[in-house]
């Protein structure tokens, strides 16, 4: 049996040579040590563009991401306790959510960040999932080359334990908050709701959409998800139950404040 040393090795290798094989630039020394090669390998993956592979790298690289993924313990809505009816609050890390859906917070292009060991929530998704994700991205935008702000798209989950991945692009804020600005952040979380609900999904994960990089106020755009949420849910019964995961402490104090005034 392949270590996870080897693996990342077969995958590192491969990876170069294509770059080698098609962009004509030298390979990059392969650190000694593991942080090293992780972080080489993240930035190969980060890189590449959407394109299929052999079936012998994705067996390699879905072992591996399965043994990368499985380093943290795999959450799922059973082990999550409702705050309201069909609502959950959760801090931790989207990634290891087996869930239904989660949620991407995703730039225009849709296909991922490209930016090599990016921090952004994007980028962590993509590199998780696997090359097939990105893959899927381009076939869901298909002739389309810039998604509008406030859509949706779904594509699988891959390596992931979410099933699906719902991908949306929130507005970006350069000066300040505008009411155009508020409109799009709440229809983003409209566009996964409809495509959540249409889909049949039993629940889906929400992010802290365009509170990244894009830089909407964490404080404003906890109460637009929350009130868009609760009025989606109560305007379709039928739709899947939804999990606000936050990833700091911050975040999870101005969900659960707000969400305890909504219950009051």
Not at 98 to 111: H, K
Not at 132 to 155: F, Y
Request: aromatic fraction near 6%.
């Amino acid at each position: 049996m392949a270590s996870q040393q080897q693996r990342r090795q077969y995958l590192i290798d491969y990876l170069q040579t294509e770059r080698v094989n098609e962009l004509h630039v030298k390979p990059e020394p392969i650190p000694d040590d593991e942080a090293g090669q992780r972080r080489l390998l993240h930035r190969l993956f980060n890189l590449r563009e959407p394109a299929p592979a052999s079936r012998q790298f994705i067996k390699i690289q879905d072992q591996y991401l399965d043994h990368l993924i499985h380093e943290k313990p795999i959450i799922q809505k059973a082990d999550l306790t409702a705050v309201r009816p069909k609502i959950y609050l959760w801090r931790g890390d989207l990634t290891q959510l087996a869930v239904a859906a989660i949620v991407n917070p995703a730039n225009s292009r849709m296909l991922g960040c490209f930016i090599p060991n990016h921090h952004c929530l994007d980028n962590q998704i993509h590199t998780k999932a696997g090359i097939q994700l990105r893959l899927a991205d381009q076939q869901a935008m298909g002739d389309e080359t810039v998604e509008a702000v406030g859509n949706a798209k779904i594509t699988p989950g891959f390596n992931l334990p979410a099933a699906n991945v719902i991908h949306t692009v929130g507005p970006v804020i350069i000066h300040q908050v505008t009411p155009l600005r508020r409109d799009l952040l709440a229809k983003s979380y409209r566009s996964c709701m409809t495509l959540a609900t249409k889909k049949g999904l039993s629940e889906i994960a929400f992010c802290c959409i365009s509170t990244g990089e894009f830089r909407f106020p964490h404080d404003l755009a906890a109460q637009i998800a929350i009130k868009t949420v609760t009025d989606f849910l109560r305007d379709q019964p039928q739709a899947p139950d939804v999990i606000f995961a936050v990833n700091n402490e911050t975040d999870y104090e101005l969900y659960q404040q707000s969400l305890e005034r909504k219950r009051s």
